[in-house]
T-cell receptor
């Protein structure tokens, strides 16, 4: 079983839509969680850390459910510039596990 | 820009050769992690170096080895290259905080092609 699993998508949505991604992780002792964004042929860039209480950054909201071992990312009012691959990341005692990414295409 | 740099940007090698990739961490960061990203996949954790010592390793064979220097820059060495080693190699630097919310900042990567 993979450490981190994500739906690969692609998610094709119109501008202005709300879209949600989920990610599950296998190790209940995982310590910290992140969402990264990766554009085609570029390096991953940190989008946001994910805290147990949930956190919001503008149009982006991240949630962590430790009991069910899943992490979510909600994007509201999608922009064309949100088109990218979104990577879920889990830290297990200094080993960082990435999901394979969920591809988002936002269309005009 | 993250301030993390990697060299070279692209590299072509043949099977059986050895390769060394280099990474300079962001100023103030004492931890460097290396990842392998195959096409269409997420980055796979190779290992992490903290203050010149290996501080965590993923499921990669011993022919993947590394070093970290006193200035916190790092090298990834791969011996006996195989075709499947063709990938984007990413380095990420971080400065672990007290609350373990360790945020990693990635360099642009080195694209390795093994023929």
């Amino acid at each position: 079983r993979k450490e981190v699993e994500q739906d690969p998508g692609p998610f094709n949505v119109p501008e202005g839509a709300t879209v949600a991604f989920n990610c599950t992780y296998s190790n209940s002792a995982s310590q910290s969680f992140f969402w990264y964004r990766q554009d085609c042929r570029k390096e991953p860039k940190l989008l946001m850390s994910v805290y147990s209480s949930g956190n919001e950054d503008g149009r982006f909201t991240a949630q962590l459910n430790r009991a069910s071992q899943y992490i979510s990312l909600l994007i509201r009012d999608s922009k064309l510039s949100d088109s990218a691959t979104y990577l879920c990341v889990v830290n297990n005692f200094n080993k960082f596990y990435f999901g394979s990414g969920t591809k988002l295409n936002v269309k005009p | 820009e993250t301030g993390v740099t990697q060299s070279p940007t692209h590299l072509i090698k043949t099977r059986g050769q050895q390769v060394t990739l280099r990474c300079s961490s962001q100023s103030g960061h004492n931890t460097v992690s290396w990842y392998q990203q195959a096409l269409g996949q997420g980055p796979q954790f190779i290992f992490q170096y903290y203050r010149e010592e290996e501080n965590g390793r993923g499921n990669f064979p011993p022919r993947f080895s590394g070093l970290q220097f006193p200035n916190y820059s790092s090298e990834l060495n791969v011996n006996a290259l195989e075709l499947d080693d063709s990938a984007l190699y990413l380095c990420a630097s971080s400065a672990p905080g007290l609350d373990s919310q360790e945020t990693q900042y990635f360099g642009p990567g080195t694209r390795l092609l093994v023929l």
